[in-house]
Every structure is written in structure tokens, then in C-alpha cells.
């Protein structure tokens, strides 16, 4: 199988690819109004639930329409998520072996993977339900893990975790844990591979590759 076939074939993208709509959707109401100070387990429960009562009324998401989905998680979406750190989490030790032109490439590329990868699961809400676990968090923490539990009708619950990383007054996430699998550091045996075959450049353009994939509609 080809390393960019790779990148979406593990059981744990499955898993994601099955409740990113709490990954992605989880910010897509951020306003101004949310914008101001706010807890980290907070913010993930006041726009959950706002979130969810949006997707239970777009029609047009729930129809399939994953246009509408990109857009709406390129607009709302993308600037409360620290794609730097995510991307340097999945390429591991070898992050230091890139230019800052190659890092700024490699998160462009795999912002767009993840962008375009997850934003299908938008429209596959089902009825899904979430719990809230108490966070432990302590006075002066910028580093916090916000634990959520997927309740589905006839299944059992999913976990579903945020990292979140405090950027001046607000916080930003940085990974999230789909049944003990990590969103970012699933991709690192495929990335690690893919430089020590074709180096940094190979690793950008096996990036490049698999989003032109995605982008014609080929899986």
C-alpha cells in the first residue's frame, strides 16, 4: 500500500472519522463573545451544546453536503486550533530536521489534510449526546485535558479528549484523543517512514499528493 493510502487506514482515523463533529464542531460558534476569558472545560461545554443544536437544524449538512463543511470549518474553525503544534507533535523528532520554510509547508499541507479529511464527519450526526467529566486543573495551568464522553443510541460511549494549551487569554487545542488514540501522533509512523525514504521534501509532497487525492474525491 502506498504511504499516502496509509495516512487515513488506521483504526483510530476511523474512530475519528466517525465523532470529528466534536473535534471540528466544537468551535464553530466561537464568537466575540466567547472570545474573552474563559475556562478551557468551559469553553468545551457552553459551544458544545451550542454547536449541537446548530447541526440538528442544517439541513444541508446533515444532507451531505461537505462544501458547506469545509467552508464552515475553514471560516469558524481554524484559528482556535495551534496547527504548528499539531503538526510538530505528528512529524516528531524529525520536525527539527526542517527548514522553517519546510514547517511552515509541512502545516500548511496537513492543516489541509485534516481539514479535508474530517470535515465529511459533520455530516454524519446522528442523535449523538455528550457527557462532561470533571477536569483537573490547577491555578496557573496553561497545559489542560478537557475529557467529553460520546453517548450513541445503542452503542457504547466513545471518549473523546481535548488538549488545550493556554496563548495569552484564551486557549487553543493542540490534539484530541479518540479512544485513547491520538488525533496527531497516529500520523507519526507513516511521516517518520516517509522522511527517512525521501527526507522533509518527500514527506511535503507525499502531503501534497494526498490532498489532491482528497480534493478530486478519490479516498
Do not use: C, H
Not at 496509509?6 to 466575540?32: D, E, H, N, Q, Y
Not at 475529557?147 to 496563548?167: F, R
Not at 518527500?202 to 480534493?215: H, T
Amino acid at each position: 500500500m502506498a504511504a499516502s493510502t496509509k495516512l487515513t487506514s488506521a483504526a483510530g482515523i476511523l474512530l475519528m472519522k466517525r465523532f470529528v463533529p466534536f473535534l471540528f464542531g466544537l468551535f464553530v460558534m466561537l464568537s466575540p463573545v466567547l472570545a474573552q476569558p474563559v475556562s478551557p472545560d468551559g469553553l468545551v461545554r457552553t459551544v458544545t451544546d451550542d454547536v449541537l443544536t446548530i447541526v440538528r437544524q442544517d439541513k444541508d449538512i446533515q444532507g451531505g453536503n461537505t462544501r458547506k463543511a469545509i467552508e464552515l470549518v475553514d471560516t469558524k474553525v481554524l484559528p482556535y486550533f495551534n496547527f504548528q503544534r499539531m503538526t510538530a507533535l505528528a512529524v516528531g523528532r524529525d520536525w527539527s530536521k526542517a527548514s522553517p520554510e519546510q514547517k511552515k509547508r509541512l502545516a500548511d499541507e496537513f492543516k489541509t489534510l485534516l481539514v479535508r479529511t474530517y470535515s465529511n464527519a459533520l455530516t454524519s450526526y446522528k442523535n449523538q449526546t455528550v457527557t462532561y467529566k470533571p477536569t483537573k486543573m490547577q491555578a496557573g495551568d496553561t497545559d489542560v485535558l478537557v475529557k467529553t464522553e460520546i453517548v450513541q443510541p445503542g452503542s457504547k460511549p466513545v471518549q473523546l479528549d481535548y488538549a488545550l494549551e493556554k496563548q495569552g487569554d484564551s486557549w487553543k487545542v493542540y490534539d484530541v484523543i479518540v479512544a485513547g488514540v491520538s488525533l496527531v501522533t497516529n500520523y507519526r509512523d507513516t511521516f517518520n517512514q516517509e522522511v527517512r525514504n525521501n527526507g522533509i521534501d518527500g514527506l511535503i509532497q507525499m502531503l501534497v499528493n494526498r490532498n489532491k487525492q482528497l480534493e478530486t474525491g478519490k479516498k
